[in-house]
């Protein structure tokens, strides 16, 4: 069975035996309005929101230029008559009512009215005031290929309760959706960036707490003697960090005698390690705790005796044994 009728001079013909409906000599198919809405959602579900965007834009625009450059072949449209057939042809189509209420031929400059179109009515069913996309950018692709120029949008007022009908200004322009498509790209690069600098941060200082905590960890090994190995190199952060949390904990360990093991270190010691030797002992001992050096190797004693020479008030033994054997005896005290 074949029907077919005429519409504002726009011609829709029917074939059930075939399955198909021709609009203006084109095949096409019919969806309702809420399953469109369920295509969108899945879109926004799978891609988010900005992503999903550009596509219902470039994709709108792309339709578009096709819709205008195929109807430029078939009925000569410019802008003599590209009021009446917009018009005409897109009411017939069920996209709702639009309108162009201005246009300048030297400028390219369009001006539209759209009311009632598919998309609003599939906003609408959301019950929210999301703004349309996809319908005002077809149109910018409809002028592109109707006229052969790119043009491009932008939308002034959209259709709510308050306002009956949307408006859009249309009009030449260096914007495409290529662009549009690279700009989304960057920005998504730049956040991923973004988010992948805070994690870098978060766990660099992470990592620089932990070796904190563990660099210079305080061991009390019998009643009243603990044990600091000193391990690598100490800068101005770590040197603070090992002296404030040493002297902290001497009251806290009522620790006699402090062994700092020096076993860890280079064997070329700097002058700010010394230093820092230096300073942790003489503050021990203004809090009765006295400090003892372990783990001396032979190149280190040369080193003290020739070079660090403030190191030499300390007694200083060359194994961490012999120094808890010492502070045992200097307590009167000995392992049995």
Known sequence: MKNEITIEGVELKWDSEAGEVL?????????????MKTFFDSIKEI???????????????????IVGEGFREMKNIDTSNIVGWISNT?????????????????????TMHIRNDWEYKMNQLEHTQTEGIF?????????????GINFWYNTIQYQS?????????????????????????RRQEAEQIKQLEILVDQNTKALQNLVLELSSPIIPVLEGIIVVPMIGTYDEQRAEE???????QLPKHQANYL????????????????????KLGSSSRLLGTETILVGVSPELALLISQTLTNLKKFECLQTLQHGIYFALGKSGRRIV
């Open 23 to 35: 609009f203006e000599g084109g095949d096409v198919v019919f969806f309702w309005i809420s399953a």
């Open 47 to 65: 891609s988010g929101l900005d992503a999903t965007n550009l596509v219902l834009e470039t994709t709108g625009f792309r339709q578009g230029v």
């Open 90 to 110: 897109y009411a017939s189509a069920g996209w709702g009512k639009v309108e162009i209420v201005d246009m300048d031929k030297e400028t390219n400059r369009f």
């Open 135 to 147: 319908v005002p950018s077809h149109y910018a692709g409809v002028l592109t290929g109707i006229l």
């Open 161 to 185: 309760e308050a306002n009956p009908y949307s408006i859009v200004e249309y009009f030449p322009s260096q914007i495409t959706v290529q662009k549009n498509i690279h700009e989304l790209s």
């Open 242 to 248: 090992l002296l404030d949390k040493t002297l902290q």
């Open 259 to 278: 062994l700092l093991d020096l076993t860890g270190l280079n064997k070329q010691i700097s002058a700010h390690t010394a230093e820092l030797i230096d």
